[in-house]
């Protein structure tokens, strides 16, 4: 899955998009999701309606309808082809203040919307020095898992730790693996299916360690995504 964050414009979404759709092959074995700024969805559904590479946004209101300027619904990003909706990335939480109750709010839209929510979670760089990771993915979760399990078996959840978002330091095979396995172990037996990605720095050389680990089902990618050879040489 890609995130683009506030990337593009329309001439290098129909390159980019483009080059996917002809490197795409079902034989990888993985799906291909990419997260466009909302502007360019109309774009995105043209370019990729009737291929197997889906699409959706990078967040969603926790509002159906109404006067919530500049916010984007679940019924909008519906009405272009969207399948998906990022629900607390990192970026959304540290810079618009969204809380973990938001977050969960924005998830539960997302679902009454028919989306399927993507709910990032990970610790700062402090919280890991100061042991303080599995407090905080149990923390960032409980109103999510609080949604109840019919809710919980519709979701994906993402790790991304938010020291190795855009910095080119990924954590460690290991390190991913310890938090999926937590993760795992919360969403009990209503998300024993729930597909869990990694993010953080993802690249095509990193790529096959973290996917050799249990519970890591797959990848969120931010900067590796903007290049078609590097995102499919990830799902490849
Ligand atoms: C992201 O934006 O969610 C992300 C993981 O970015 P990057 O792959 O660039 O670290």
Redesign the pocket.
Known sequence: MG?W?MNGSLQTNQALLGELRELYDRTCGSDLVVCVPAPYLAQTQQLLDGTPITWGGQDVSAHDKGAYTGEVSAAMLSEFGSRWALVG?SERRTLHGETDQVVADKALAALRGGLTPVVCVGESLQERDQGQVAEVIERQLKPVLALGDEAIARLVIAY?PVW????GRSATPEQAREVHALIRKLVGDAGKNVPLLY????KPDNAGELFAMDNIDGA?????SLVATEFYAIAN
Do not use: P
Not at 164 to 167: D, M, Y
Not at 220 to 224: D, R
């Open positions: 995130n964050k990335h991304e190795a978002i855009g910095t993010g953080g720095s993802v969120l990618v931010g900067g590796a």
